[in-house]
């Protein structure tokens, strides 16, 4: 996988202590190994090399392996939501709402593909770990999906949508296509502003009414 910029941790500020600014640089490590080797594959010693600390510092910030990997999983969606809503909130009264799923669209692929390794870990790692460690993660994509299911009703009151398709079907099938380029893009298969383009003429297409639906 192509190396990824990590999004500031969700411990750390410019007025963080040093204790803090440690937290942060083992959780930033933390989501860049995760989102390499996956969960079965990440060791304490991998993430204490990223984050230039010896092994066993980590325990006096984390309990255990599982409380660290719980804390990223966690971190990676809710920066998401948090992200996708400032975006959506910024867009202008009235744009049109085929536009908000597509702008959306763009929102998420950026953020697991170049802004943020806790996305990654978190999409690319969502089958693979316990339900102990999901729980908060599991609230925040409830909450996250709560947001594209208002996306996708808004298009389809608007007529923007077939009026044939299942609103929950399309969603599920839209947030699938959307995590699975977590795991197969890589810049030889395209540059991410190829694959934005490509996702978003996809979506526009299966979505948009027939001529014999206007």
């Known amino acids: ?9 969700p411990t750390t500020d410019e007025s963080a202590s040093k204790s803090e600014r440690t937290r942060a640089r ?8 995760l989102s390499h080797k996956g969960y079965a594959g990440m060791r304490l010693t991998d993430v204490a090399q990223v984050a230039e600390i010896q092994a066993p510092a ?35 009264d009235g744009t049109d709402p ?13 953020h697991e593909l170049e802004i943020s390794s806790y996305t990654t870990a978190s999409i690319r ?15 925040e994509e409830t909450k996250y999906g709560r947001i594209w299911r208002e996306l996708i009703r808004a298009a ?16 599920m ?23 934005v383009a490509t996702t978003q003429d996809f979506v526009r297409n299966a979505l948009m009414p027939h001529p014999q639906d206007a």
């Open 58 to 92: 980590i325990y006096y910030y984390f309990d255990s392996r599982e409380d660290l990997i719980e804390e990223v999983m966690w971190f990676g969606i809710a920066d998401m939501r948090k992200h996708l809503t400032v975006v959506l909130d910024a867009l202008p």
């Open 156 to 171: 389809h009151d608007e007529g923007a949508i077939r009026p044939d398709l299942d609103l929950y079907i399309t969603q």
């Open 98 to 110: 085929m536009e908000r799923i597509l702008v959306a669209v763009d929102t998420h692929l950026r």
């Open 173 to 195: 099938l839209i947030l699938g296509a959307l995590n699975w380029a977590a795991e197969w893009w890589n810049p030889r298969r395209g540059s991410v502003e190829k694959v």
């Open 26 to 33: 083992i959780l930033d490590a933390a989501a860049e190994v």
């Open 125 to 139: 790692n969502s089958g693979q770990t316990p339900d102990s460690i999901r729980k908060r993660q599991v609230s």
């Open 1 to 9: 996988m192509p190396p990824r910029k990590p999004r500031q941790s």
